[in-house]
């Protein structure tokens, strides 16, 4: 009898750290995105088209399985030459109360010049884990965001739709 006791007390112990750790990624699940254009347009003198001189887009992918995607793209154009940084993660992460776990298993990273094509690199890296402090939030338009904070500052993604 306390054997069958101790067992549904044990189970019921169990199925609360599962249903919390899945209701917990539940919460972060989801399409995050955060970037910004440059003010300052860029006209070609060739073409007359013009584009902003820079700009940037983050974003994290949190799927509900535990795995995640970090890509994020920058770009800067000046005197007719256009460099860019593209960098790609992933992984598997968990979530803990408000800390989330990133454990990358890949780490990509590409870098072009369109004037010194020599210096165009790609290059896999040593994946590192990193650990975030996560609230989430509403943003001045009232949009769902996710905030990241790693001690030294704090990032937020909006959610979007896919």
């Known amino acids: 009898m306390i054997s069958l006791f101790v067992r549904a007390i044990v189970l019921a112990v ?10 917990q990624r539940s919460a ?17 003198r060739v073409t007359g088209s013009t584009k902003p001189g820079r700009g940037s887009l983050f974003t994290y992918r949190f799927n509900s ?6 890509n994020g793209y920058m770009e800067t ?23 989330i776990e990133l454990a990358p298993t890949k780490d990509l990273w590409k870098n072009t010049n369109s004037c010194a094509a020599s210096g165009n690199r790609q290059q896999t890296k040593t994946p590192t884990r990193k650990s975030f402090e996560f609230r989430i939030s509403e943003d001045e338009y009232g949009k769902e965001q996710l905030c990241l904070s790693d001690g030294q500052g704090e990032t937020c993604y909006r959610r979007e739709t896919e």
């Open 14 to 23: 169990v199925l609360v750290c599962v249903q919390s750790a899945f209701g």
């Open 65 to 70: 399985n535990g795995t995640y995607e970090f």
């Open 28 to 44: 972060v699940a989801g399409y995050w995105k955060n970037g910004s254009v440059g003010s300052v347009q860029y006209k070609d």
């Open 77 to 99: 154009t000046m005197y007719n030459c256009t460099t860019t940084l593209f960098n790609q993660i992933t992984g598997r992460y968990t979530v803990t109360g408000n800390q």
